[in-house]
């Protein structure tokens, strides 16, 4: 089994940056594809963010192209989340999640089997 702790929300103006963090415990996660999802008030959880295995693919939403990036240290169990140029539609609960065994680029939250538990972040006007 694999947990999954995201870190890094807060509350930020809009314009500004925050940097998000998943840890992983219990396995290496080194194998494993690796996805930021977010989820608003009254929305469906969308796919921010993912990144293969080696960390060599990527792929980002239209939404925050531009904007964010995603990596991975494999030595440290951790994916990051690079949120900069924040507005107030990126305010939302993320999700960290990890696919065990396909190690690409996956844009479905259903074919994730961990998942954080997520973290908030709220960007003002």
């Known amino acids: 089994q694999v947990q999954l702790v995201e870190s890094g929300g807060g509350l930020v103006q809009a314009g500004g940056s925050l940097r998000l963090s998943c840890g992983a415990s219990?396995?290496?996660?080194?194998?494993?594809?690796m996805g930021w999802f977010r989820q608003a008030p009254g929305k469906e959880r969308e796919l921010v963010a993912a990144i293969s295995w080696s960390g060599y693919s990527t792929y980002f939403a239209d939404s925050v192209k531009g904007r964010f990036t995603i990596s991975r240290d494999n030595a440290k169990n951790t994916v990051y989340l690079q949120m900069n140029s924040l507005k107030p539609e990126d305010t939302a609960v993320y999700y960290c999640?990890?696919?065990?065994?396909?190690?690409?680029?996956?844009?479905?939250?259903?074919?994730?089997?961990?998942w954080g538990q997520g973290t908030q972040v709220t960007v003002s006007s």
């Open positions: 999640a990890a696919d065990s065994w396909r190690g690409i680029v996956l844009r479905s939250a259903a074919e994730y089997d961990y």
């Open positions: 219990g396995r290496t996660i080194s194998t494993y594809a």
